[in-house]
């Protein structure tokens, strides 16, 4: 199913620095219709795991509808600004999150 833009909301947190912690997303078109929403318990994790998690999961799950446009909306901004190269991701636990993220189809697009 290809689409032409889509958007994306991703949320994770944990109770702990490690603890329980759970990934959240939702996928939308440009008109505001959910095409997708899902959330992914992950055990024990920090709260970074858990946002870089969420939008591993997210890109994973956008490669489906192939969109030309992506529009992403976090409220981690350390996550957004790694994302963005702004910010080196230096972290041992989160590098391969990281790079798991950006070898999908959709953060090469």
Do not use: C
């Not at 329980?20 to 505001?32: E, F, K, Q, Y």
């Not at 591993?56 to 529009?71: D, G, S």
């Amino acid at each position: 199913m290809q689409v032409d833009a889509i958007k994306f909301f991703t949320d994770g947190g944990s109770r702990g620095k490690p603890g329980p912690a759970a990934s959240g997303i939702v996928i939308l078109n440009m008109d505001d219709e959910v095409l997708e929403e899902f959330g992914v318990y992950l055990d024990t994790a920090t709260d970074n795991q858990a946002e870089w998690l969420a939008i591993k999961f997210a890109f994973e799950a956008l490669e489906k509808y192939e969109p030309r446009i992506v529009h992403g909306y976090m409220d981690s901004e350390l996550v957004r600004k790694q994302l963005n190269g702004q910010y080196r991701v230096k972290n041992v636990d989160l590098l391969p999150i990281y790079r798991e993220s950006l070898d999908s189809e959709i953060s090469a697009s």
